[in-house]
């Protein structure tokens, strides 16, 4: 977990590098010290995706240029070493701003497989448009080019969506990684009544 942070940390390092002091930067939590009450009259709409940092950086594991997606799925515990480089790098004339290169230990065996050929793999799914999470987490991405660790996904669950007024019809993919949480969670049983009771395996 503290591998996990501490990427993080360093991802943030490099998204912020070269950018102007009055620009967001992606990630960075600030306290809002306005009021909010219960009696507050008008709702707060806030768009997420509207504003996406295009500088980032180069991602090397074991020395092989990846695709930044990986980093959802990668075991932090088989990481060995993380070295960020803050140099600018073109590759295929994609200009990418920083480096970052991870090694892993060596023991460490990933199977990288992309959302697409994870969902051909695993699940029944032919028809309708389909929205991947991770970890509840929904991924805004090309999914015939997103990258994750298939020995890290712990369960798959697939649901489908549908709403006629709306004319909705989708697939929603959630992926469970490995991680510690997920996994208590997994051997948790909650039986529902009057009252709810979880109970490890």
């Not at 060995?80 to 920083?98: A, D, H, L, S, W």
Request: glycine share 2%; proline share 1%; hydrophobic share 35%.
């Amino acid at each position: 977990m503290k591998k996990l942070l501490f990427i993080t940390i360093l991802l943030l390092t490099i998204n912020s590098f070269g950018q102007k002091q009055k620009e967001l930067i992606t990630g960075l939590t600030i306290t809002n010290h306005e009021i909010v009450s219960e009696n507050d009259t008008i709702i707060k709409v806030i768009y997420e995706n509207e504003i996406i940092n295009k500088k980032k950086p180069a991602y090397f594991i074991n020395g092989k240029l990846t695709n930044e997606s990986v980093l959802k799925t990668i075991n932090p515990n088989e990481i060995e070493t993380v070295n960020i480089k803050k140099e600018n790098i073109e590759v295929e004339n994609v200009k990418y701003y920083g480096k970052l290169y991870i090694i892993t230990k060596s023991t460490y065996k990933p199977k990288f497989i992309s959302l697409n050929n994870l969902k051909l793999k695993y699940t029944n799914i032919k028809d309708n448009s389909t929205i991947f999470k991770i970890d509840n987490e929904i991924i805004n991405a090309n999914y015939k080019n997103y990258l994750v660790d298939e020995n890290y996904i712990l369960r798959i669950i697939v649901e489908k969506f549908e709403n006629e007024n709306e004319k909705l019809n989708v697939n929603i993919i959630n992926l469970t990684t490995k991680t510690t949480e997920n996994i208590k969670k997994s051997k948790e049983i909650i039986l529902r009544g009057k009252d709810k009771f979880a109970l490890n395996k």
